[in-house]
């Protein structure tokens, strides 16, 4: 069966820090990968796709960048942390090419100060 | 993308069946809706899909007029358990992926 791993659950950063959020998925080839953010009481923002190796589309321009150096692993970036980048950060994976249902990891509480 | 709207909030008692609505006009032929549940501090988590028609399945049941500008989300017999916020989602299908947009939900509060 498939599983998605998120780490590390909470984070705690001050303001101007870098950041490196990771998710793996195991159990299936090729996946989709999606990084969402949701800020407190709000619905999902999607932030990256990627439906391949090297392969990122931004849905929203930030501070935050993402990259996908194997073929099941998506890293979420940041050079400086903003006090705005603080949420909860999902990482989701799909069938490529299949239907639209989309798996989610547990999740990092990300607060910046 | 097809935009979708949906009740902010529910209440419903422990036991009765509770119907959430969403309405996505902007449907395209070949969108899929999707419902997703999520509690706090979790990842949302897929409920159930359909085209048109009914959809059932051991959690909930999807019902889709033949226009698809609208579905509904049916929960039988809601329980403390089920209080969560809901989803509805209409993706679409690019190429290999599929980008969807998650609204802000309906937060559906069961009461005992």
């Known amino acids: 069966s498939q599983t998605i791993h998120q780490w590390p659950a909470t984070l705690v950063q001050p303001v101007g820090s870098p950041l490196s959020l990771e998710c793996t998925v195991e159990g299936t080839s090729n996946p989709n990968l999606y990084w969402y953010r949701q800020a407190a009481g709000r619905g999902l923002q999607l932030l990256f796709y990627s439906v391949g190796i090297g392969q990122i589309s931004s849905e929203v321009p930030q501070n935050l960048s993402a990259s996908r150096p194997q073929d099941r692993q998506f890293i979420l970036s940041s050079k400086k942390l903003l006090l705005s980048d603080s949420g909860f950060y999902l990482c989701a994976w799909s069938v490529y090419g299949g239907g639209d249902t989309q798996y989610f990891g547990p999740g990092t509480r990300l607060t910046v100060l | 993308l097809a935009k979708t709207t949906q009740p902010i909030s529910m209440d419903s008692y422990e036991g009765q069946e509770v119907n959430i609505t969403c309405s996505h006009n902007n449907i395209a032929t070949n969108d899929y809706i999707t419902w997703y549940q999520q509690f706090p501090s979790q990842g949302p988590r897929f409920i159930i899909q359909g085209y048109k028609t009914k959809v059932t399945n051991e959690v909930a049941s999807l019902f889709i007029p033949a226009d698809r500008k609208s579905s509904t989300l049916s929960l039988p017999r809601v329980s403390l358990s089920d209080t969560a916020v809901y989803y509805c989602?209409?993706?679409?299908?690019?190429?290999?992926?599929?980008?969807?947009?998650f609204g802000t939900g309906t937060k559906l509060q069961v009461i005992p």
């Open positions: 989602l209409v993706g679409a299908h690019s190429g290999g992926y599929q980008k969807v947009t």
